[in-house]
């Protein structure tokens, strides 16, 4: 590369937006994503300028760590029974979309890259009628509302499952997968030190319960009713409660723990939230987890190659949860455990099923390897600049990955 080429690049700048629903399995795909066309432009020594654009329901430090800037707007939904909110949030969304008017109008990004979800439809409407060029992203195995919606407006629709295809037209849909953190991905934390980290044994299995970022009432309960039973198994517990019922599940398990002999109480860690860096020491230091089923939780777990029990949310829209556990289970990579069946005693039972039978446990893991698509993330960074023309950054970066591996 000469020098007048080199400058030239280090004048390029791309612009990018970011938008997507309020939750964990709309957030952390778009890090992830971000990383990977970070890693690309800056090998090509292009700036790259990105901005979130969404509800404000999450916790922007998860941006600004990254120096992605955030910008907040008000948006709705739509509830799959009647609700007055309904009518509400309405107007929230057309508000929305006149706010996403005037920040998408000062930023003028190159693209618009959505993972769905109702924080993000009044930026791709937005983005639409701008004539900035919009790809969407669907985890779930049946898309939501936002982004069916938001189809007709995108140049192009990611998806992770190839049966999602079905629901979008054929000339605009991509099977690539979730975009999962290279940190997931390539976890160097093992074992041992995971077990550490939350002061456990190490001869003593770990069971990590998630209730995915906004916590699970529901699960929280599950989990207090069955903490005697796996204890008592010499079963330890990171309990992920989420910060809405943190305290009071925090109180209740100290009463039950209060009543048990030592050491079962310290088996038992209650956490409000975990951070990235409690996640990955939490993800390797479990034998088994416990989680919902949304496709990003799912994916991670997989990443993870750990054996699952996936409890799918019945209110899930369209039943999707359970379509996406149905979809992992057929791998063999988790057993699913409908809400209405999951008892302690059931629970327990299925847990220590898993944990006591090295070859099923073996099977399982072996079932993730399978299922999980390791380059969806960097996939999707190039397929962000393939659509906006910008080949040869992608090239470029494919033609030096070969390099480097020979």
């Not at 310290?266 to 956490?271: A, E, G, I, L, T």
Request: hydrophobic share 45%; net charge neutral.
């Amino acid at each position: 590369m000469s020098k007048n080429e080199e400058i030239v690049l280090r004048e390029l700048k791309l612009k990018i937006v970011l938008a997507g629903g309020g939750t964990g399995g709309h957030i952390y795909p778009l890090i992830a994503v971000y990383r990977n066309l970070k890693k690309i432009t800056d090998q090509r020594l292009v700036n790259l300028d990105a901005t979130f654009i969404g509800a404000d329901t999450f916790d922007e430090k998860v941006f600004t760590d990254e120096n992605i800037k955030v910008i907040k707007i008000f948006s709705g939904k739509w509830r799959n029974y009647f609700s007055l909110l309904n009518f509400l949030d309405i107007f929230k969304i057309i508000f929305g979309i006149f706010q996403s008017l005037w920040y998408l109008w000062k930023v003028m990004p190159d693209m618009i890259f959505s993972k769905g979800g109702y924080g993000a439809l009044p930026v791709v409407i937005a983005g639409f009628l701008l004539g900035i060029p919009i790809i969407e992203h669907e985890s779930d195995t049946i898309p939501g509302k936002s982004n069916k919606i938001a189809a007709s407006l995108a140049k192009k629709i990611i998806v992770s499952f190839s049966s999602t295809k079905n629901y979008f037209p054929p000339e605009k849909a991509v099977v690539i997968g979730n975009p999962i953190r290279e940190s997931i991905l390539n976890n160097k934390i093992n074992q041992k030190e995971g077990k550490k980290y939350f002061n456990f044994l190490l001869d003593k299995p770990v069971v990590l319960f998630l209730g995915g970022s906004q916590g699970s009432q529901r699960i929280n309960d599950l989990v207090l009713d069955s903490i005697e039973g796996l204890l008592k198994n010499d079963i330890q517990i990171i309990h992920q409660t989420g910060p809405k019922n943190f305290k009071q599940v925090f109180l209740e398990a100290k009463v039950i723990l209060e009543f048990l002999p030592p050491p079962y109480p310290s088996f038992y860690q209650c956490k409000e939230f975990l951070n990235e860096k409690d996640y990955l020491n939490a993800l390797v230091a479990a034998d088994l987890i416990v989680a919902r089923a949304g496709s990003g939780t799912i994916f991670e777990i997989a990443a993870s190659q750990k054996p699952a029990i996936l409890i799918p949310l019945p209110e899930a829209a369209h039943n999707h949860q359970k379509m996406n556990a149905i979809e992992y289970a057929r791998y063999g990579g988790a057993i699913v455990l409908e809400e209405e069946n999951a008892t302690p005693n059931i629970l327990i039972k299925t847990i220590l099923d898993i944990l006591q039978n090295e070859d099923k446990k073996n099977v399982m893991i072996n079932s993730a390897k399978l299922f999980i698509k390791r380059n969806a993330a960097e996939e999707i960074a190039k397929e962000i600049l393939l659509t906006l023309d910008l080949v040869d950054l992608a090239v470029d970066y494919n033609n030096n990955q070969i390099n480097k591996n020979e």
